[in-house]
């Protein structure tokens, strides 16, 4: 068996299907989790950064309330971290895919969500003091 023989190469040439950034980058011009969203607009990818932001303030809420003791059952109190906990995995996966679009505007916004969302929890438990909850 000859090992000169050329091995056949795939097409590397993305018709009708646009090119992922693999480098960070400024501008609108982002898909982010889907290929229209933004779509280019600005209107749109302010919204988007609002939204990111947002749900990272939400992923760090969570993790402060997978955290907090309750009183129900044993059973019952798993369910709800457990459940808690899925969400705040699938809501970083989110972001975390979010991030990968490799724009500067999106990973500010998730980082100082994320900032946010921990000052907020922490300054809400030293005001109840339960600084050592989280």
């Not at 809420?61 to 971290?81: E, Q």
């Not at 998730?110 to 000052?119: C, K, L």
Request: hydrophobic share 55%; glycine share 8%; proline share 4%.
């Amino acid at each position: 068996m000859s090992h000169d023989m050329p091995m056949p190469m795939p097409n590397h040439t993305m018709d009708g299907m646009s090119m992922m950034h693999m480098t960070f980058f400024w501008g609108k011009n982002v898909a982010m989790l889907f290929d229209d969203w933004p779509n280019g607009k600005l209107g749109m990818y302010i919204l988007a950064l609002v939204v990111l932001f947002a749900v990272a303030v939400a992923i760090e809420f969570l993790a402060y309330f997978s955290a907090v003791k309750t009183r129900a059952s044993p059973i019952m109190s798993g369910l709800a971290h457990a459940s808690v906990h899925g969400l705040r995995m699938a809501l970083a996966y989110l972001v975390m895919l979010a991030v990968m679009s490799y724009n500067i505007g999106v990973f500010i916004c998730v980082v100082v969500g994320h900032a946010f969302g921990y000052f907020l929890v922490k300054y809400r438990a030293a005001l109840k003091g339960k600084d050592d909850l989280v």
